[in-house]
């Protein structure tokens, strides 16, 4: 029993001070999302235009969930959770919206962000099972995910004349 309130505290604390987890759903590679501790469990939100994608994240289903210290980034502990998928104006989605639009930064819509994520976006709960995963011996570095956004083309061969040009001129 003293065990297994260690791990909850453990699982809480670090979930807590960390502003960011990974977390593999089922089936998919782990993704870096942000989140806030509420009641008892890690609430995100995303799905929707312009915010973070939640792929692999079904309601009922199984996630692995991964704490980095916030200060050094490294792993803390790796926890099992269920995924629990708020309906939106419910009385348990109102009291996460309202933690996580504090944590929310550089919203396109400002105050109406709740309203857009009642329509179009998914909040979801983490809860802790209880169970942690040891500590692997290894890295698990993993190649970064494919995405149109990296778009790494050679430098133009006139860029370092051009260079060198503003920097002659301010001399």
Avoid: F, Y
């Avoid at 994608?53 to 309601?59: H, Y």
């Avoid at 109102?94 to 909040?123: I, Q």
């Amino acid at each position: 029993m003293t065990s297994e309130l260690l791990e909850r505290a453990l699982i809480e604390e670090a979930t807590k001070k960390s502003g960011l987890i990974w977390v593999r759903g089922s089936g998919v590679p782990a993704r870096a999302l942000w989140h806030v501790w509420h009641e008892g469990a890690a609430c995100v939100v995303g799905d929707g235009p312009g915010e973070q994608p939640l792929p692999g994240l079904a309601d009922g289903g199984p996630a692995d969930v991964t704490v980095r210290s916030k200060d050094k980034g490294g792993r803390l502990v790796t926890w099992t959770a269920t995924v629990v998928e708020l309906p939106p104006d419910s009385e348990r989605w109102t009291a996460a919206v309202a933690e996580l639009k504090g944590k929310r930064l550089n919203a396109p819509d400002g105050e109406a962000m709740t309203g857009r994520w009642a329509r179009e976006c998914r909040v979801l709960r983490l809860e802790p099972t209880g169970a942690t995963a040891p500590l692997p011996d290894g890295s698990l570095a993993e190649a970064p995910l494919p995405t149109p956004v990296t778009t790494r083309r050679p430098a133009p061969a006139g860029l370092p004349r051009l260079l060198l040009k503003r920097k002659r001129r301010r001399a």
